[in-house]
């Protein structure tokens, strides 16, 4: 028997995760995610697929965020007929993210056709609604620590923390054992609870999102606090851009702690994603992915009015502040966000609050570096707000806490592969691995091929053979 690992994404980017794990007569992909930002990199997401989708056995995926899940639609469309094993929680979110972002990719291609600011004609999405519900067809929710036997592959998912239902996906075959971790969560995540450790590997999959800093040892509700305070004080909106699955309710958890001490006014919260509302549903279904006891995740929505039409989301951006907005994304890249930004970036009394990763390429890295023209929906939209960056809210580990969670494993694996990163985090983190570690770690190049030669029942860790793009 021979397993070759291939890395179809991920690399030098924080998005389009997609790694082929095959044997001699079994290909299993793990994770299948959108490319995002920069425009070389979503022009990927339009080529065909590397390999043939009817091709492959089965596909993995690590949790619910499109940019591990948001290719699925287009894989099963082009002729995937084998089964998606996920996590139950994270089965059930990508109920609610797959169909929002073919509905979204639908309306943009209108917006792009009735206003003529597209070079094709007619302008089409990269996948439909309705692609989106044949993908959902093909999931097969499993539990945590549960061993799934793909032909000669078996995977298990461990708990990672990061949102509801994310996994570290471990595979396991006859020449031995890599260990992916998904988007590795937080210690300290005031929501979720922490990743478990790392077990023994031959080769481990890293992400490297933030390998190149660590998370300020600031109190992240304190800072949120201040600038709600300060903001509707004088009557300003607070714009809180925010990923509808995970971020949303960890902005939430902190408002509401900030209010039942007095520490922000008494102003009105909108959440503004119908996507967010429905997950709350989801999270109260797992109480025990995360730490927020029954009674304060109650708190948390009747904190907030939750807005669900369109009409409603409408009237907002008509009834002006003091107030705060949660709605989607958190990278700026889409939803209802941007017509908040739109009606209310201009006014230097409003405030826009980044509350996390921002990738090359899109609106929001745009902002954080200092931009103040963002182009919004075929026109360009003055920025006179305040902008704020809280990257302490991020959902993924530092690069510290990354390393910290590596030194748990009883073994130091074989080889070690880092993605999921910008170039600069993903060498930083290498070089702190082989200093803080000792060990090994590289980052592949996108098209790459390793040979897995080292078996699972030998002692010590495998070995890994690099071969030809």
Known sequence: MSTTLRFLGATDTVTGSRYLVETDSTRVLV?????????????????????????????????????????????????????????????????????????LLEEQAEFRDRHHTSRHSPPLPLYTEQDALAALERFDPHPFGHDL??????????????????????????DGRIHFTGDLGRVDDPLMRPPVALEETDV?????????????????????????????????????????????????????RLRARDRIPDVPIFLNS?????????????????????????????????????????????????????????????????????????????????TGFQAGGT????????????????????????????????????????VDWMGTAPVAPGSVYLTHGEPEAADQLRLRIRRSLGWSARVPEFGETVAVTGTAEQAGPGRIAATAP
């Open 149 to 174: 036997s793909l032909g000669d592959v078996t995977v298990r998912f461990v708990p990672a923390g990061h949102i509801l239902g994310a996994a570290q996906v471990l595979v396991r075959t006859g």
């Open 204 to 256: 481990l999959v890293s992400e490297s999102t933030y390998g190149d800093r660590r998370h300020p040892h600031v109190d992240a509700a304190k800072l949120l606090g201040d600038i709600v305070t300060d903001v509707c004080r004088h009557g300003g909106v607070v714009l809180l851009p925010a990923f509808a699955v995970g971020r949303a309710e960890t902005l939430l958890l902190h408002l509401s």
């Open 363 to 402: 609106r929001g890295a745009a902002l954080q570096r200092g931009e103040r023209v963002l182009r919004i929906h075929g026109k360009d939209v003055p920025i006179r707000a305040q902008v704020h960056t809280l990257e302490m809210l991020s959902a993924h580990a530092d690069a510290a806490q990354l």
């Open 31 to 103: 994770d299948c995610g959108l490319f995002q930002g920069y425009k070389q990199l979503r022009e990927r997401n339009w080529r065909p697929f590397p390999v043939d989708p009817a091709s492959l056995d089965a596909v993995v995926v690590s949790h619910a965020h499109l940019d591990h899940t948001g290719y699925l639609p287009a894989l099963v469309r082009d002729g995937f007929r084998g089964r998606i094993h996920a996590t139950t929680a994270t089965a059930e979110l990508s109920g609610l993210v797959l169909p929002d972002s073919g509905r």
């Open 274 to 354: 119908p996507m967010a509302v429905n997950a709350s549903e989801i999270y109260a279904r797992h109480p025990e992915e995360h730490r927020i006891a029954p009674d304060e995740f109650a708190a948390m929505y009747r904190l907030a009015t939750l807005v669900r039409s369109v009409d409603e989301s409408k009237l907002l951006n008509l009834r002006g502040g003091p107030a705060v907005i949660i709605s989607a994304s958190g990278m700026l890249e889409g939803g209802r966000i941007l017509h908040h930004i739109d009606a209310y970036g201009g006014d230097p009394r409003n405030a826009i609050v980044l």
